[in-house]
T-cell receptor, first 114, second 111 residues
Framework: DADVTQTPRNRITKTGKRIMLECSQT?????MYWYRQDPGLGLRLIYY???????NKGEISDGYSVSRQAQAKFSLSLESAIPNQTALYFC?????????????FGSGTRLTVV | DAKTTQPNSMESNEEEPVHLPCNHS???????IHWYRQLPSQGPEYVIH???SNVNNRMASLAIAEDRKSSTLILHRATLRDAAVYYC????????????FGTGTSLTVIP
């Protein structure tokens, strides 16, 4: 099984719908992140969490919310989806105590808002 | 956050070395230099990182300029599986370890 699992892998939803993207990890890392990737723009940080009681906004948090249900689970919600939120979404984890090897990413969720 | 500048794209012939440059003129003394790569349809994966000294691992080498304002990722023998987007990222210990990605360099490997 993958260290960082994202569900669903692909999703098509309609404008105005609420949608949740889920991320779970088996690495035991405290820190989790949500990124968005658009063509030609690289990855941009949406939200991050350093532990279960900690939530922080990233570069582009407007229109998104997150929930850290447990150390291993970090969900991203779009309360009312709009077409310009069509993108590839990545979840990642990191462990600052485990050396300096940075992040482990999931395989991504491709979201299309029509 | 400190920024990095990379060429948008590069090409290399298969089995030849590849040098991927990165400029980070505003780097601070505590910023680590990380390289990640993203294969098609996958999430980014760790390649290598360093602070001041040159680094080698099984995937690549990282050469860091003496003034730390630039670095070069070296793939010693490019293979078709190395075709990916390569990101040079500065990780600021002081601001809490978040990575901020740029647009990276898209590497094409020619058979």
């Amino acid at each position: 099984d993958a260290d960082v699992t994202q569900t669903p892998r692909n999703r098509i939803t309609k404008t105005g719908k609420r949608i949740m993207l889920e991320c779970s990890q088996t690495k035991g890392h405290d820190r989790m992140y949500w990124y968005r990737q658009d063509p030609g723009l690289g990855l941009r940080l949406i939200y991050y969490s350093f532990d279960v009681k900690d939530i922080n906004k990233g570069e582009i948090s407007d229109g998104y919310s997150v929930s850290r249900q447990a150390q291993a689970k970090f969900s991203l919600s779009l309360e009312s989806a709009i077409p310009n939120q069509t993108a590839l979404y990545f979840c990642a984890t990191s462990d600052p105590q485990g050396g300096d090897y940075g992040y482990t990413f999931g395989s991504g969720t491709r979201l299309t808002v029509v | 956050d400190a920024k990095t500048t990379q060429p948008n794209s590069m090409e290399s012939n298969e089995e030849e070395p590849v040098h991927l440059p990165c400029n980070h003129s505003t780097i601070s003394g505590t910023d680590y230099i990380h390289w990640y790569r993203q294969l098609p349809s996958q999430g980014p994966e760790y390649v290598i990182h360093g602070l001041t000294s040159n680094v080698n691992n099984r995937m690549a080498s990282l050469a860091i300029a003496e003034d730390r304002k630039s670095s070069t990722l070296i793939l010693h023998r490019a293979t078709l599986r190395d075709a990916a987007v390569y990101y040079c990222i500065l990780r600021a210990l002081i601001t809490g370890n978040q990575f901020y990605f740029g647009t990276g360099t898209s590497l094409t490997v020619i058979p």
